[in-house]
T-cell receptor
Framework: SQTIHQWPATLVQPVGSPLSLECTVE??????LYWYRQAAGRGLQLLFY??????ISSEVPQNLSASRPQDRQFILSSKKLLLSDSGFYLC????????????FGSGTQLSVL | RKEVEQDPGPFNVPEGATVAFNCTYS??????FFWYRQDCRKEPKLLMS???SGNEDGRFTAQLNRASQYISLLIRDSKLSDSATYLC????????????FGKGTSLLVTP
């Protein structure tokens, strides 16, 4: 069966510090991978998606970036965090042929102070 | 118009009640529809897919109306454990098959 791991669960970072969140998927090959953010009182916002190694698409301009160095590894990064980067970050995977449901990691609650 | 819209609620219902949530979507080309459940500070978890003919899973019934572009979720015989936020999701074929989510409808089932 497939599992998705995301860490850390919580993170408190000062403004201007770097960020690295990691997500790995097990039990499947060539998944589509996604990063979403859920800000307080708001819906899930798609940040990045990837359909293959090294293939990253960005949904919104911001100071975040994503990378996919391996088939089942997806990393979200920032060089300098902003207060507005606070939120609940969720990694998700879906089948490569698309049109199906997504499965989410347990999320990272990021507070930028 | 937002791509996926839901009534935010909250819906406060007594145990045993029947409650219905609606969701509208803007992209008529959307092909896949889902309901997710999200508990406080947790990840969304798939509750059920929504099929054109409607589908049922125990106390939960989902329906799709393509002509009016809305999806519904009916919960019968509500339990305390049903208290959560329910997210409607619609797929996007243009973005690696990502899902667009509504902001969710909050449900509180009371004794």
């Amino acid at each position: 069966s497939q599992t998705i791991h995301q860490w850390p669960a919580t993170l408190v970072q000062p403004v201007g510090s770097p960020l690295s969140l990691e997500c790995t998927v097990e039990g499947t090959s060539n998944p589509n991978l996604y990063w979403y953010r859920q800000a307080a009182g708001r819906g899930l916002q798609l940040l990045f998606y990837s359909v293959g190694i090294g293939q990253i698409s960005s949904e919104v301009p911001q100071n975040l970036s994503a990378s996919r160095p391996q088939d089942r590894q997806f990393i979200l990064s920032s060089k300098k965090l902003l207060l507005s980067d606070s939120g609940f970050y969720l990694c998700a995977w879906g089948w490569a042929d698309g049109g199906e449901k997504l499965f989410f990691g347990s999320g990272t609650q990021l507070s930028v102070l | 118009r937002k791509e996926v819209e839901q009534d935010p609620g909250p819906f406060n219902v007594p145990e045993g009640a029947t409650v219905a949530f609606n969701c509208t979507y803007s992209n008529s080309a959307s092909q896949s529809f889902f309901w997710y459940r999200q508990d406080c500070r947790k990840e969304p978890k798939l509750l059920m897919s929504v099929y054109s003919s409607g589908n049922e899973d125990g106390r939960f019934t989902a329906q799709l109306n393509r002509a009016s572009q809305y999806i519904s979720l009916l919960i019968r015989d509500s339990k305390l454990s049903d208290s959560a936020t329910y997210l409607c999701a619609v797929n996007r074929a243009d973005s690696g098959y990502a899902l667009n989510f509504g902001k969710g409808t909050s449900l509180l089932v009371t004794p």
